[in-house]
């Protein structure tokens, strides 16, 4: 009775760099196995990726905006999709998230036919801000440089990106070493 039964599967490809909350290209690929049916209500949401319920997406985009290959189901052949998210899709913290993919052949979600491994979204804000120490010390507020961030770098011990030439000749005159 089950010698014909096929699994049908939705496998992401591995997302291997930091997405960028408002970045352009917030997209994600994955492969139909032979036999599932794409519907225009299919879709793929983004959850947290410690999500506890299939009703807390933070986002969602239908296929039906993609043009899928549709070839016939019986040659055996995955397809694969690419689904693009627009910018300020609703991911706008940084952490971990997954993708699902959900068959909903009419208004009823019927599967999960696949779910991602967790990707990382960062914040450009959270990224290393390099102050000159020259500007500092002269007490230089410039409206268009942006302050650090003290959310993640504390900047007693994350010495990233001292230049310490500029920084030896502020101390040359009161440093001596024997």
């Known amino acids: 009775a089950f010698s014909n039964y096929t699994e049908k599967t939705v496998e992401f490809a591995p997302i291997t760099r930091i997405w960028y909350i408002g970045d352009a290209d917030f997209r994600t690929q994955c492969t139909l196995s032979p036999d599932i049916k794409v519907n225009d209500n299919d879709w793929i949401g983004i959850y947290d990726a410690n999500f506890h319920n299939l009703d807390d997406y933070i986002a969602y985009e239908y296929l039906a905006k993609v043009s899928i290959p549709q070839g016939p189901t019986y040659t055996g052949q995955p397809r694969t999709v690419t689904l693009s998210f627009p910018v300020g899709s609703g991911v706008r913290t940084p952490g971990f998230y997954r993708f699902i993919y959900f068959s909903q052949p009419n208004n ?61 000749r502020h101390f040359s005159n009161d440093l001596s070493i024997d």
């Open 108 to 168: 009823d979600v019927r599967s999960v036919l696949g779910i991602s491994e967790p990707f990382e979204v960062s914040s450009r804000e959270d990224s290393l801000v390099v102050i000159d120490p020259c500007e500092q010390a002269a007490g230089s507020s410039s409206p268009a440089r942006s302050k650090p961030s003290t959310a993640t770098t504390d900047i007693f011990t994350d010495f990233t990106g001292l230049d310490v030439a500029k920084l030896s």
